[in-house]
T-cell receptor
Framework: DAKTTQPTSMDCAEGRAANLPCNHS???????VYWYRQIHSQGPQYIIH???NNETNEMASLIITEDRKSSTLILPHATLRDTAVYYC???????????FGTGTRLTIIP | GAVVSQHPSRVICKSGTSVKIECRSL??????MFWYRQFPKKSLMLMAT?????????EQGVEKDKFLINHASLTLSTLTVTSAHPEDSSFYIC????????????FGPGTRLTVL
């Protein structure tokens, strides 16, 4: 699966939109972009995934560039409970493994 | 739906003893379960993949005789850390996948192991 690159850390003010970028320039056609987050001392939580089209669910929106070489996870109205490490993972459908990188440590500031 | 539990959530043991951690899928059948380990301030590292009724597949560098994995049913997998040592102290996390229905992974809350 393709590698991903994320900023090490980010801050965002409470109530504002948090935009988390991810680069995956070597992504191939059958690979999906997944986002998980891990709140301190808990197991990872699935957020969203997509292939080509932008996706939205109750937690977040995923914007994937047309060339699919990068994506952005958007938390529209960040709350203090959104403070966590966010992992962007590229995985091909049918590959059961998830390979976690170092992620982005997002801190929501009151 | 898609809830995965782990037991215990926290365990402290003496060096040389064995510790068993259970991972259960509560509301779905998990054909595949995964075991991860996470050291402080580090990312999750996959240890092994287990399919119900068959032997686990271990990642490179993970000792299969030290980390015994059993996946005897579609809702339960166990990880036994044998002859634990202080360097085995870590956060152990399991995940479960429905398999043919979906290859999504649903994670447990993790087990904090401290070996004295």
């Amino acid at each position: 699966d393709a590698k991903t690159t994320q900023p090490t850390s980010m801050d965002c003010a409470e109530g504002r939109a948090a935009n988390l970028p991810c680069n995956h320039s070597t992504i191939s056609g059958n690979e999906y972009v997944y986002w998980y987050r891990q709140i301190h001392s808990q197991g990872p939580q699935y957020i969203i995934h997509g292939l080509k089209n932008n996706e939205t669910n109750e937690m977040a929106s995923l914007i994937i560039t047309e060339d699919r070489k990068s994506s952005t996870l958007i938390l529209p109205h960040a709350t203090l409970r959104d403070t966590a490490v966010y992992y962007c993972i590229v995985r091909s459908w049918g590959n059961e493994k998830l390979t976690f990188g170092t992620g982005t440590r997002l801190t929501i500031i009151p | 739906g898609a809830v995965v539990s782990q037991h215990p959530s926290r365990v402290i043991c003496k060096s040389g003893t064995s510790v068993k951690i259970e991972c259960r899928s509560l509301d779905f059948q998990a054909t595949t379960m995964f075991w991860y380990r996470q050291f402080p301030k580090k990312s999750l590292m996959l240890m092994a993949t287990s399919n119900e009724g068959s032997k686990a597949t271990y990642e490179q560098g993970v000792e299969k005789d030290k980390f015994l994995i059993n996946h005897a049913s579609l809702t339960l997998s166990t990880l036994t850390v044998t002859s634990a040592h202080p360097e085995d102290s870590s956060f152990y996390i399991c995940s479960a996948s429905p398999g043919k229905v979906s290859n999504e992974q649903f994670f447990g809350p993790g087990t904090r192991l401290t070996v004295l």
